[in-house]
């Protein structure tokens, strides 16, 4: 039946760490996931888990004990926010092409300057080409899921995994929460055997060789197609987690979009200011609806291109900016997705919003719809790429 | 009682406001609603306005942004913000404001920009003082925004705080009883204008 708790998203994510006992954590403290190793440090000292604890100097550290222990064969684990992943870049993708299911909790914050600690998510962003599967959550139960969720997916398909959520609006905040048992947690996420490890003694390996041009492509190949496995597996580890708990996940969620006209797709904690918001414009008659992404790598092209396909317009809203002169991440890979799919009914705008942490109001919401309703009756995009609640 | 109830704390960095933001949130959750309890963070410094928030509801919340239209203010620290900050922007005139002082509410009214609704005055630092031995206005002030809102039903609040400062105060317990005492006072001294 689960137990009936209120925790912070930090403290859900350090508690989730708490029921799986890894082997080893690397980790660096930084605003706003500073948290998650301090709980869990406290956990060690505590002796409620075995787990080693390793305090390191540097994010670039932090990720590097991690690719070590998972090498060895352990199942290892960090947590960081901001520049502390963007320092750790050159090992997440080390981690990834050693094919080392390794798991991240991300705090998301907003990349200096001007210097912010609040959130947005250039941090996640700036590293999403890196090779690790991501899931974004909305809420601190949905943070916890997701962790206790992340090692099943990423040891199957042998890929690093991140466990997104938003750095103070879900991080700090305290709401309700559904725990799992701990005895179930450990029943659902087993035991780490990985196939080829390090202190195998039956098989001699090396990991992280040099590959010439006569075989670096055919590893990154096979890197992309555990990318391409991840979907499946997202889905099934979902299934069998709603099982246990009641609780349904997919690589992304529909909300009202059943004969929605107009949608809005975001990720993150916004999604559950965007649901009262189609809440109160389904109430005056309004075909509204919303998509949130959930797994943003793998990117669900099927899934989204499918939800989409029907609507007049909607707007990909993104909570950092590719400063590539035309719109955020999520709009370029939605409209590839819809592109690749042969959909190409709807029209469609980029909105750059919440950055540093500018709070996201049902107001705001209600905003863009209201262009994605004058777009729809009009015909006219205009301009497609935007700024929203901003001062110009 | 409504829907969902609002609550915005204004305090000064350092002296309580997230904690007993935090406190009612633990006190409505241990009554069975849901709740939120979020502070507003930035670069925080000892002394600096801070604002933190609550909602409190029947049934989830997913709104995941600051509270603009509060039901109820509460002003933990003193009111020397009251002409720093404008803490009854948007506060809805059905609802209240609290504030943390031993003044008489009509006196402070004036200072409150025209604000219609009840105003709500208590000494939470001479309680605590007297009954604590120290300045610690929070658990005064936390029994002054349940009397004055009724977001938590009082007997079970005052049951429910007794249990967790015996658990919170496990290796000091002569500091439980200054705590409850503090509590009720504050629930009878609380004055509404």
Redesign the interface.
Known sequence: MGIRERLSGNEAVAYAMKQINPDVMGAYPITPSTEIPQYFSAYVDNGEVDTEFIAVESEHSAMSTCIGAEAAGCRAISATSSCGLIYMAEMLYVAASDRLPITLAVSCRALSGPININNDHSDAMAVRDAGWIMLFAETNQEAYDNYLQAMRIGEAVGLPIMVCQDGFITSHAIENIELVETDKVKAFVGEYKPQHYLLDPSERIAVGAYATPVYYMESKRLQAQAMLDAKDVIRSVANEFAQMTGREYGLIEKYKMDDAELAILLMGSSAGTAKEAVDQLRGQGKKVGLVKIRSFRPFPTEDIAQALKGVKAFAAMDKDDSFNGHCGPIFAETAAALLAQGVSGPKAISYIYGLGGRDVRVESIQHVFADLEHIAATGDVGETYRYLDVRE | MKDIVEIRWHGRGGQGAKTAS?LL??AA?NTGK??????E???ERMGAPITAYNRISDR???????I?EPDYVVVVVDETLLSSVDVTAGLKEEGAIVINSGKDPAELRPKLKGYKGRVCTIDAGRISEEELGKNFPNTPMLAAIVKVSGVVEPEAFVKDMEASFKHKFASKPQVIDGNMRALKRSMEEVRIG
């Open positions: 935090l949130a633990d959750f849901y709740v939120q309890g979020f502070p963070y930035g670069p989830r919340s997913t709104v995941h942004s600051n603009y």
